[in-house]
């Protein structure tokens, strides 16, 4: 496992509203100076990975706990895929087989001619097969122009040997939309009835700013075949005064019971929820957690009830066009909080604040410097593996216990550590 040097701490750090001296720290808090984040109690980490050269990017981390017992982590390097016209990224793989003490890699995930988006792990309930669901954006089968690049088929591979190799990818075709092209990054999930969900957006950058529309793809049979929800383009769901939602990360929460969180620039993560199995679905409506312009990154805790939802706790900037031009925007993805939900996401607790960016804004890209969002999760026992594409630069490991996890300090007690 190769050792990296530590980057360039910033003097001061904002965090909740606070001016954090990173030498000075009070009580509690703590710098992982290897990592480059300030870190609440109990938050340990490494960098697995950083990339050769500051100005190539990388981008969606996701790890899995394989059948065999291994941590799988999978994230394609180089340019966004929806940036490019030729092979530009590769999607990279490391290993471990110690419980993330080690990691053996980076090898080549899958050797094929075209880019690569995020790896979706799923493995079916009482299964061994691992699939690979995500973005596939085939020369000939996409385009990329008229504001369309980021539209591409939606499929998937899978391996039957813990993660080693990988099948040929199947495509994703709707019978209610055979041709549907859009985006897919996000954790799907499997129902007590074995339905698969997984989420996935429309965009159109011809439209400034940007237009998204979020959709549910719904399998009953395993992947033979599929439904576009809650319709065939373009009717998926939008908040309509900025014209955009992507991004939704459905999560079953038990019986025909699914809630899913999306994506909006409103300042909220929003949510919609379906009782039947995920058949039909509510109008999507805002949350109380505050969030800007990024992903929905929730997840189960031990109990399989509780839901865990990390979001960034800020908001500064309606106007969320330019998106990787406006460092105050941008600073809002800096920060990482918890909620969590003992109601199937009904109501939330109070924010807790586990993380924030330390390191100094030395790239050449507000979209970079402060970027700590798409963080990945899953549980080995009561140890919560976090994964982060930090910087669109290095990929942490993260570690914390779930007792830990609920003795985070709240904003309040952050300000009371502080002043």
């Known amino acids: 496992m190769k050792k990296y040097e530590a980057l360039p701490l910033a003097e001061v750090v904002e965090a909740a509203e606070l001016r954090l001296s990173v030498n000075r720290l009070p009580d509690g808090l703590s710098v992982l100076e290897g990592a480059g984040l300030i870190a609440a109690p109990g938050l340990d980490g490494v960098v697995v990975h950083r990339t050769p050269e500051p100005s190539t990017p990388l981008y969606e981390v996701r790890a899995t706990l394989t059948p065999g017992g291994d941590y799988l982590l999978m994230f394609p390097e180089g340019q966004h895929y929806g940036h490019s016209k030729e092979k530009a990224n590769n999607m990279l793989a490391y290993r471990s087989k110690d419980g993330g003490k080690t990691w053996e890699g980076p090898t080549l995930a899958f050797d094929i001619d075209y880019n690569q988006h995020a790896f979706i792990p799923f493995i079916p309930r009482g299964s061994k097969r691992i699939y690979a669901f995500g973005t596939q954006p085939i020369w000939g089968m996409y385009t990329y122009e008229h504001g369309l690049n980021e539209n591409a088929p939606i499929g998937y591979r899978y391996s039957d040997n813990d993660g080693h190799t990988w099948s040929e990818v199947r495509l994703i075709r709707p019978e209610n939309d ?37 959709y549910v793809l719904r399998s009953e049979d395993q992947g033979a075949t599929w439904e576009l929800l809650p319709g065939r383009r373009h009717g998926g769901w939008g908040v309509l005064a900025f014209n955009r939602m992507d991004e939704g990360r459905p999560i079953h929460v038990g019986g025909d019971r699914v809630f899913m969180t999306i994506r909006t620039p409103e300042g909220h993560l929003w949510s919609t929820r379906s009782e039947d199995d995920g058949k039909t679905w509510e109008q999507p409506a805002p949350m109380p957690l505050v969030h800007p312009d990024a992903p929905s990154m929730i997840f189960h805790l031990s109990d399989g009830k509780t839901l865990v939802v990390f979001h960034h706790n800020r908001h500064h900037d309606l106007n969320y066009a330019g998106l990787g031009d406006k460092a105050e925007i941008m600073k809002d993805r800096s920060e990482m909080w918890v909620s969590f939900s003992e109601d199937e996401g009904l109501t939330w607790s109070e924010p807790r604040f586990l993380f924030v960016n330390a390191l100094e804004p030395t790239l050449n890209s507000s979209f970079r410097n402060y970027q700590c969002s798409y963080m990945d999760m899953f549980l080995d026992g009561d140890l919560l593996n976090l994964f982060v594409p930090h910087r669109w630069q290095q990929v942490l490991h993260l570690t914390i216990r779930e007792s830990d996890l609920r003795r985070l300090p709240t904003r309040a007690e952050l300000r009371a550590m502080v002043e």
Not at 179 to 208: A, I, P
């Open 178 to 214: 055979p041709t549907f092209r859009g985006m897919s990054v996000m954790r799907m999930c499997e129902t007590e009835k074995g339905t698969w969900l997984l989420g996935s957006h429309e965009g159109d950058w011809s439209y400034k700013p940007l237009m998204t529309r979020q």
